[in-house]
């Protein structure tokens, strides 16, 4: 009993020194923040770099245009002769002419030629004057013209840039819809927000939120104690692939950690701020009354008994963020889907081993490992065949989206061939949405435990039960459940997926693009963002 103390505060010492490394390095955080305003920042000069640019050009042409009509020998206010500095007198030339002498100037001035008519030419026409002629006005139109094309040319340049830009941007929103943010804070939560929502999130970061990280380290810490006792003297069960569990316990420690761990769960989503969750449980008749049908009543009897005996290996469900474990815990105590580094951590490894989840190691290619679909199967297909055996939790979207779109389903979840349970789950929002999608995850939980109310809403759909086409082919039984849970919870379907995602946040942070994946394994993944 003291070794097995001693143990726990160890545990407890790790943790709390793994903690203490995370806010010492929170640094991180706040470089990517830095990063993200440098980009922001290099944008707006960009912008006004461009801004500069059709103004110097125009600048060039007005330049050019009077550069031309002072090689012409007109000057650029129009009149016959530029007015020098330092003149000492006029003299009258021959005709009347007045001419300006200069003692510094080399070129006389010539003025009141068109009043005066002298030189001899008396009555001389315009068209006879070459310096007022024909030569002058076709120069001059010939320069407003190059001007006039110069500058439409420049702006015509300087609207199709930005015509393309808003073009670029309009169609990144629509491809990539199922990852846009929509709430007040923006992608990656670097939108300008209202004075009055800066001092609330000042507030709740000095108040609420540490209060917050203290209550669920708390928690997890008590479910953790609660895990560690109950598995005392048990023997985790093992096989060759490295899988240790503990939910082949029975009796009253596995009782204790089921129910300890679902109201412990369900604590962590108040602490976060979910204080009522409306849950819709949609049996086959009420399914139908949704779709605008109705059964009979001769039905409705027969489609309760067979709810009533009907098993599910898998529970399927829409993934919006980090928040959905907390509710199906809370809901079902699943198993999950894991890397196999998850059981080795501080507190949550014994934790994810008394939930009896799937440890899957994807690096490895030795032949000793079975696939994850392997895994997987064997998994759905225990919890199928035997009631007390836990059900196993997936997220055949394979990463998280904005809540408004269901995106193509791997086939990971339906080639045991068992039953499934779908179920949806939806985030209502005001200010700060909940979805973890286009933002980090540290600036996400913090604006998150900043936020007093948040909101959930969860449809439970009847057991989806494969069809004999179905049985066969396990893409036809993903494409049918995913339509049906589109239908039902007013999904859209999207047809993009995890590298989408990436290309997305890299063409946002103007980062390398990443790497075409290879051809599509059939696995799903519990956490990827």
């Not at 994850?372 to 979207?397: H, M, W």
Request: net charge negative; aromatic share 8%; hydrophobic share 40%.
């Amino acid at each position: 009993m003291i070794s097995s103390f001693s143990q726990i505060v160890l545990q407890f010492l790790k943790f709390f020194g793994c903690w203490l490394l995370g806010v010492t390095t929170m640094v991180n955080p706040l470089k990517e923040m830095e990063l993200l305003r440098r980009v922001k920042k290099e944008e707006e000069e960009d912008e006004k770099e461009e801004q500069e640019t059709i103004a110097s050009a125009s600048k060039k042409a007005e330049s050019s245009e009077s550069s031309s009509v002072v090689a012409a020998g007109v000057p650029e206010d129009g009149s016959l002769g530029r007015p020098f500095e330092k003149q000492h007198h006029r003299v009258t030339g021959a005709g009347g002419l007045e001419v300006e002498e200069n003692s510094e100037d080399t070129l006389p001035t010539v003025s009141g030629f068109m009043d005066s008519g002298g030189g001899g030419g008396e009555g001389m026409d315009q068209d006879q004057s070459p310096l007022l002629g024909k030569h002058h006005n076709g120069r001059s139109e010939e320069i407003q013209q190059e001007s006039t094309s110069s500058k439409a040319a420049a702006a015509a340049s300087s609207s199709e840039a930005v015509e393309v830009a808003a073009q670029t941007v309009k169609e990144m929103e629509v491809k990539y819809a199922a990852y846009m943010r929509h709430d007040i804070y923006g992608n990656w939560g670097m939108n300008s927000v209202p004075v009055l929502e800066k001092v609330k999130l000042l507030l709740a970061l000095l108040t609420l939120c540490p209060i917050r990280f203290c209550l669920l380290l708390f928690f997890l810490v008590v479910f953790y104690l609660i895990c560690k006792v109950c598995t005392l003297r048990v023997v985790a069960s093992s096989n060759d692939e490295g899988q240790e569990s503990f939910a082949h316990m029975t009796g009253a420690r596995r009782a204790i950690v089921v129910r300890s761990g679902r109201f412990l769960a369900r604590v962590m989503l108040f602490v976060f701020g979910f204080y009522n969750i409306h849950v819709d449980h949609r049996t086959p008749d009420r399914q139908l009354l949704h779709l605008g049908a109705a059964a009979s009543s001769h039905e409705r009897k027969d489609d309760e008994e067979e709810e009533e005996e009907e098993q599910f290996g898998a529970i399927v469900s829409n993934h919006v963020s980090y928040l959905d474990i907390l509710y199906h815990m809370s809901a079902s105590f699943p198993s999950f889907v894991a890397k196999r580094s998850v059981g080795k951590l501080p507190l949550v490894g014994l934790i994810s081993k008394c939930l009896g989840c799937v440890y899957v190691q994807r690096e490895s290619k030795s032949s000793d490992f079975k696939g994850v679909s392997a895994l997987v199967s064997e998994r759905l297909q225990a919890a199928y065949g035997d009631p007390t055996a836990p059900a196993v939790l997936l997220f055949p979207e394979g990463t998280t989206t904005n809540g408004e779109h269901l995106l193509p389903f791997k086939t990971g979840a339906f080639l045991a061939q068992t039953p499934v349970k779908p179920v949806i789950l939806k985030y209502p929002y005001k200010r700060f949405s909940p979805a973890w999608d286009t933002i980090s995850g540290f600036r996400h939980l913090v604006i998150l435990m900043c936020q007093f109310v948040n909101h959930m809403e969860v449809i439970q759909l009847p057991v989806y039960s494969p069809s004999e086409k179905e049985l066969t082919d396990p893409k036809l039984y993903a494409n049918n459940v995913r339509a049906q849970m589109a239908l039902e919870g007013n999904l859209t379907m999207s047809d993009i997926g995890l590298y989408e995602k990436r290309i997305f946040h890299s063409a946002l942070l103007r980062t390398r693009f990443p790497i075409a994946p290879a051809p599509e394994e059939s696995f799903t993944r519990t956490q990827s963002n």
